[in-house]
């Protein structure tokens, strides 16, 4: 028998690894591309769930930029002050606490870095739950409980119906629930950090902890940098669980009405699914340009 070469070799640990990456790719195809090439095929339709889609072309994307008063006034506003703030709000803080973090010896931190990740873990009903519980519109509510005692208020506020309030909430439940899987990264990647680049840096005149973070570990992890804020700007944009769970959908004066609650709005309240898939074909472009941005400003190049 002839001996297989190296191209030969090389070819069959090629085939190999094809092999192993094919559940990955069925997958992906299955759950990811099929998904959204169907939901831009249905954009240019009028369909109910019930009747046979009829195509309308682009009346849907029309209709929502020119006709629907709800989106342009309420659903895009809102929508970029929660992703302004819990985006990068988010991203900033789950790189200060892992820097943090990295600063701990090995058992608190690994206490402390499971504390900050368990919302993530945590299912959206229990959350909600907790939530409700303490924005109660009554003087049971924790908030109103701790702001009476205190001298703040004198009555109870409604907030998960006060316009005022609603919003800021959402924002601030945003942000305690953005240590996902983001700010392991980041954590991972600091704690990977090759130590001779700091020994090095010392030399050189490096003083303390914030100029070692400037010039030494944000260069060095660049990868894991631009992973979490991708994953930031996903999680921003299509976060709609907290505001449609706490107040309904749609939200009290549409005071926190993002995207994804007015694509549920459409899609499975009012059952208009062309013009939902076409709200969510303009929030995977808006999530895909800030992901570019994001990937330009942490390139290796």
Known sequence: MKKKTKVGRRESRNTTAYFFLFPYWLLFIVFIVIPIVIAIGLSFTSFNAIERPTFVGFLNYINLFTKDAV????????????????????????????????????????????????????????????????????????????????????????????????????????????????????????????????EAAAIDGVKNSFQEMFYITIPTMKSQMLFAAVMAIVNAFRNGTISSSLAGNPTPGYAAQLMVNHIEDYGFIRYEMGYAAAVSVVLLLIIYAFSLISRRMFSED
């Open 71 to 198: 989106f342009m006034q309420y659903v895009v506003p809102k929508t970029v002050a929660f992703a302004l703030v819990v985006g990068p709000g988010g991203y900033v803080l789950s790189f200060l606490l892992a820097w943090a973090l990295s600063r701990l010896h090995r058992i608190p931190r690994t206490i402390l870095a499971l504390i900050m990740y368990s919302p993530t873990m945590t299912s959206g009903v229990a959350m909600t739950v907790l939530w409700k519980i303490m924005f109660g519109g009554d003087q049971t509510g924790y908030v109103n409980s701790w702001l009476i005692r205190l001298g703040i208020i004198n009555e109870p506020i409604i907030w998960l119906t006060n316009s005022t309030y609603l919003l800021p909430i959402v924002i601030g439940i945003g942000l305690w629930s953005s240590m996902g899987v983001g700010f392991l990264a980041i954590l991972a990647g600091i704690l990977n950090a090759d130590e001779s680049l700091y």
